[in-house]
Nanobody, 125 residues
Framework: QVRLVQSGGGLVQAGDSLTLSCAASGRTTSNLAVGWFRQAAGGEREFVAA????????FYAQSVRGRFTISRDNAKNTVNLQMDSLKPEDTAVYYCSGTVRLGTAYYSPSVYDYWGPGAQVTVSS
């Protein structure tokens, strides 16, 4: 059974940086396609970024492109989301997710089989 464990998150000021990490037990993260989603209070879960399983192609939501970077650290068995130039509108609970079958619908929560517990990111203005 695969379990995703998240670390990172917290309260920062606008313009600051923050890194979220996602580790997998039961399967190495290099064998998973990993996506990051976020959900603001009262909002729906929305796609942030994803990294593919074999070729490590990356995908980003338009709202974070150029500010966020998703990457693998195979030595630590983690997938990280580096978030730079944070804005108050980035405030949300961030979830990592995993699947072994990432297709073209990488932006859809329904294609992911495994989910982390979520981590709060709050960006003050």
């Amino acid at each position: 059974q695969v379990r995703l464990v998240q670390s990172g998150g917290g309260l920062v000021q606008a313009g600051d940086s923050l890194t979220l990490s996602c580790a997998a037990s039961g399967r190495t993260t290099s064998n998973l396609a990993v996506g990051w989603f976020r959900q603001a209070a009262g909002g729906e879960r929305e796609f942030v970024a994803a990294i593919n399983r074999f070729d490590s192609n990356t995908f980003y939501a338009q709202s974070v492109r150029g500010r966020f970077t998703i990457s693998r650290d195979n030595a630590k068995n983690t997938v990280n989301l580096q978030m730079d130039s944070l804005k108050p509108e980035d405030t949300a609970v961030y979830y990592c997710s995993g699947t072994v079958r990432l297709g073209t619908a990488y932006y859809s929560p329904s294609v992911y089989d495994y989910w982390g517990p979520g981590a709060q990111v709050t960006v003050s203005s």
